[in-house]
C-alpha cells in the first residue's frame, strides 16, 4: 500500500483520505491549525518528514490572497519529492463562461480568477507525474441541496437558459484513485448530466417532501457575492478524457442518483 500526503484535509479530501485509510494506505495530511491529528501546515519540520516518505502527494488547498500557499511553502520541497504520483485538486472554473457550450481539457483557461488560473498552470508544470483534476460544483452527504432545502437556504432563479455540472465526492475519490494507475495530466471530473440548478432544487423539494420556493430574480434572491458568482457563469463540463485513459465512471451519473445516496 503507499503512503499519502495531502495539503489540505478539506471535505473532498477528507473523504479521498478515508477511502484509502479503508484499502491500508498510510494517509497524513495538514490543516491550518493540525486539528484532529492533522499537520499544522505552518510545522515545516514535521510537513517534510511527512514528505519525505509519501509515495503520493495531493493539494488540495485553493488560492489565496492571489498566491497558492502550497507551492510558496513547499513547492520546491514537492517539485524534488519521491513520490512517483502527484495531484491537485483544481476547478473548472478556469474555463470561465462558455454560454452553456461543452468544455474539455483543450478549452483555454480564461476564468474570472486569475489566482486559480495561475495555480492550475503551476501545479501542471511542476512535475512529470502531475494529475491535475478540475472539479465543478462538489456536493455530497451534509453538504448538498437536501440540506440547503432543509435550512431554507435554496433558491429558484429565473435564468432558465443556465446550465452546470456536479461531482459527488464518491466520483472525485474514485477518479483520484484510478488516475494512480493511469497518465499523467489535467481530467475533469464531472457528472454525465449537466442541468439547471432550478432542475436541482425542484428535485430536491420533491424528495423531502418540501415547498418549492417561489422562482426569482437574481437581483430578489438576496445572494451572497459567492453565490451570485455561482450563477455568472455557464457551461457543460465534459469527462470523456477521465473516462478513456483512466478507466473512471461516475458512480452517480447525474443528480439524481448522487442526491437518492446522500438521502
Not at 37 to 53: E, S
Not at 140 to 152: A, F, K, Q, V
Not at 219 to 240: H, K
Request: hydrophobic share 40%; charged share 20%.
Amino acid at each position: 500500500m503507499g503512503q499519502m500526503l495531502i495539503f489540505g484535509m478539506g471535505y473532498a479530501a477528507s473523504h479521498l483520505a478515508r477511502r484509502l485509510e479503508a484499502r491500508g494506505w498510510d494517509v497524513s495530511g495538514t490543516t491550518r491549525d493540525g486539528r484532529g491529528g492533522t499537520l499544522a501546515f505552518g510545522d515545516r519540520d514535521a510537513v517534510l518528514a511527512a514528505l519525505r516518505p509519501a509515495t503520493h502527494i495531493l493539494s488540495s488547498v485553493p488560492p489565496s490572497d492571489g498566491r497558492d500557499p502550497v507551492l510558496d511553502h513547499y513547492g520546491d520541497a514537492i517539485a524534488l519529492a519521491g513520490a512517483t504520483w502527484t495531484g491537485y485538486l483544481s476547478s473548472t472554473g478556469v474555463y470561465g463562461d462558455t454560454g452553456g457550450a461543452w468544455v474539455d481539457e483543450t478549452a483555454p483557461i480564461k476564468g474570472r480568477r486569475a489566482d486559480r488560473n495561475a495555480a492550475d498552470a503551476a501545479w501542471q508544470a511542476l512535475r512529470a507525474d502531475m494529475c491535475v483534476f478540475r472539479l465543478p460544483g462538489i456536493y455530497g452527504p451534509g453538504r448538498s441541496i437536501l440540506d440547503r432545502i432543509g435550512e431554507g437556504r435554496a433558491h429558484r432563479i429565473a435564468l432558465p437558459d443556465q446550465v452546470f455540472s456536479r461531482i459527488h465526492i464518491d466520483d472525485i475519490a474514485s477518479g483520484v484513485i484510478a488516475s494512480f494507475g493511469g497518465p499523467p495530466g489535467v481530467y475533469n471530473l464531472a457528472d454525465d448530466e449537466p442541468c439547471p440548478q432550478n432542475r436541482l432544487v425542484e428535485w430536491g423539494c420533491a424528495m423531502l417532501g418540501a415547498p418549492v420556493p417561489p422562482l426569482q430574480a437574481l437581483d430578489e434572491a438576496g445572494l451572497s457575492p459567492a453565490a451570485r458568482a455561482f450563477y455568472a457563469e455557464n457551461r457543460r463540463v465534459a469527462n470523456g478524457k477521465a473516462k478513456r485513459l483512466l478507466g473512471w465512471t461516475p458512480r452517480y451519473p447525474s443528480f439524481r442518483e448522487g442526491l437518492a445516496a446522500c438521502l
